[in-house]
């Protein structure tokens, strides 16, 4: 750079190099000592040239469609702003604010639901009286653990003026505790919950104006933060987090979101195909803790939980038919809600006063519910407590099947409950599961190179992979991709003891995505039938419709079609073509191209 001159930025440059040679060996060192040299190759240095190409790859942006969100969302903030404005919580927040005086000065505020000190605060826990789930800077701590402060002259009024005083008095306004506050108000005050569910609506759109909507507008020159040449190109940082799964920008975008209308197929007549490794964490759990009972219920096939929910609340072991067939009259909605929100909430460490809070239970009866899940399950808690107890010997996590080692700061003198007794367990999980589908995503990524197919992979989530698939490959792709994700990894990774199942969904975008099922087990491998390939797509009626516009350009017959009140299914199949690949092989055979 000018600035530094030719001479100066060789010495810049050599003093990189130096810094990272130096830092290379003594990061070698430590991985032969902890015997990682091979995992490291194998899940970071053979990975690379995938990641590099989906990263070159890029996804195709219609900026047509930035362009229409562009305008609309600001509107939708705009009424939503005015909607909690002029409610009655909102006017008594405004003279409030008004008549706010310091250091005995009048200071009016204005009405800004962006400021979360003055008008959220005062909207929230002044006016409508909502009750603190969580401090501003405790981390899942409920506030009546604490002594609230409230102003002198009137009791009953939270004081949020004194900064720098008693900070965690102040009570939250994060997603997570507006959340909490949703559900409870739901359960308790519906009066209040239009105006809660409203302010969450502008925060989500402000968001994804500001953060999945701008970037991708062109500015007065034309041009754009996040575009170039009609597509964006997501970076993916293999060392982003401490848990090793991938970080990138791209994560951010909400699933139900219609900013995601944005991304769509760069082939006339392509689909975008998102596989979703489902239940990968629970199915980990259950491989790394050995629970039989949990296993089972895996095996058996009922939905996961609704068949925790029958083991938990009514005793039935599900191991064949006639138990799914009870289970599934025995449990209602709610249990099985609540079977979910445990096994998930297990997972990430929920205390039973966050799970009494969310399902409107007492603290105490929540706690009974969690217990009763491990009693179910009852290998699952003494193996955390022994993840726990080893990270508390040896500064990091119980190595996992793929050999990740994670430090964890401050563990010795944790205790049970504590976030650093949930890393201690969730990181092996949740790395583990990431890998498990890092993995598929290679081989996947392979098979493309391999058999000169014109389908390109442009997102890889933890658990999800996404594949912008050429109108030609659609069935191939969906095939080949299900085979790496399920039947591949159950097979290569020995420590499974379930089988890994997957969830796919395609469309012309990504906000327009229908589930996809399909007829593709033949001769035990995947095999398509020998004269035509049967596929069923189920979503919003208009996404099926369009869905299947382009599979009839793509050469596919619709067989049935039927609409039952907001969801709509059809049947596709497609006669096979010459240039359909031969899987006995793994190869095509008698491509065109």
């Not at 250091?103 to 009286?129: C, G, H, I």
């Amino acid at each position: 750079t000018p600035a530094l001159g030719s001479g100066g930025l060789v010495r810049y440059a050599g003093g990189d190099a130096d810094a990272s040679l130096c830092l290379c060996r003594e990061m070698h060192s430590q991985m032969v000592e902890y015997e990682m040299v091979d995992e490291f190759k194998r899940l970071l240095i053979d990975g690379i040239p995938h990641i590099s190409l989906m990263e070159f790859n890029g996804v195709a942006v219609n900026q047509t469609t930035t362009a229409v969100l562009a305008a609309r969302l600001p509107a939708m903030m705009a009424a939503t702003f005015e909607k909690i404005r002029n409610s009655s919580w909102g006017m008594s927040t405004e003279k409030a604010l008004g008549e706010r005086v310091k250091n005995d000065k009048p200071r009016p505020l204005a009405f800004n639901l962006a400021s979360v000190d003055a008008t959220l605060r005062e909207l929230l826990y002044n006016q409508m009286k909502l009750p603190v789930f969580k401090t501003s800077n405790e981390h899942d701590k409920q506030a009546s653990k604490f002594p609230r402060k409230r102003s002198a002259k009137d009791p009953e009024r939270y004081s949020f003026t004194d900064r720098g005083k008693e900070k965690f008095d102040k009570p939250s306004t994060d997603g997570e505790c507006l959340g909490a506050i949703e559900e409870w108000c739901m359960i308790h005050d519906k009066e209040k919950l239009d105006i809660v569910t409203g302010l969450r609506s502008w925060r989500a759109l402000k968001d994804e104006y500001t953060r999945y909507v701008k970037p991708f507008s062109p500015d007065q020159d034309g041009h754009s933060k996040r575009v170039y040449k009609g597509k964006c190109y997501p970076d993916y940082k293999m060392s982003g987090t401490v848990t090793g799964r991938f970080s990138s920008w791209f994560h951010g975008f909400p699933k139900e979101s219609e900013v995601n209308r944005q991304f769509v197929s760069r082939f006339d007549g392509g689909m975008m195909v998102a596989a979703d490794m489902g239940q990968s964490e629970m199915r980990v759990l259950a491989s790394l803790t050995g629970d039989e009972n949990l296993i089972r219920v895996i095996k058996s096939g009922v939905d996961l939980h609704t068949a925790s929910a029958a083991r938990m609340m009514h005793g039935i072991d599900v191991t064949n038919p006639q138990d799914a067939i009870r289970a599934t009259k025995l449990v209602t909605k709610e249990q099985r809600d609540l079977a979910k929100r445990c096994g998930f909430g297990v997972l990430f460490g929920i205390s039973a006063a966050t799970l009494g809070a969310r399902i409107g239970k007492p603290t105490q009866e929540a706690q009974s519910i969690i217990d009763a899940w491990f009693r179910a399950f009852p290998k699952v808690k003494p193996w955390i407590d022994n993840a726990f107890f080893f990270c508390q010997e040896h500064s990091f996590t119980v190595p996992s099947p793929f050999g990740r080692l994670r430090f964890v700061p401050g563990i010795r003198d944790a205790k049970p409950g504590s976030h650093q007794f949930i890393e201690a367990y969730n990181s092996v999980i949740s790395s583990t599961s990431s890998d498990i589908t890092y993995l598929a995503l290679c081989q996947m990524s392979a098979f493309i190179r391999e058999n000169g197919l014109r389908s390109r992979i442009f997102r890889f989530k933890h658990d999800d992979i996404g594949i912008d698939a050429h109108p030609d490959e659609i069935w191939t792709v969906l095939t080949r991709l299900k085979h790496f994700m399920e039947r591949w990894s159950s097979e290569t990774h020995a420590f499974l003891k379930v089988p890994m199942l997957s969830d796919f969904k395609l469309g012309q975008n990504l906000g327009a995505m229908c589930a996809a099922s399909w007829v593709a087990d033949h001769d035990k491998d995947l095999f398509p039938e020998p004269d035509y390939s049967i596929l069923s797509i189920t979503g919003k009626p208009a996404d099926v419709e369009r869905s299947k516009i382009e599979f009839e350009k793509a050469g596919w017959d619709v067989a049935s079609s039927k609409i039952d009140g907001k969801a709509a299914t059809a049947g596709l199949y497609s006669h096979l073509k010459p240039g359909t690949p031969d899987f006995s092989t793994g190869r095509a055979a008698n491509l065109p191209f």
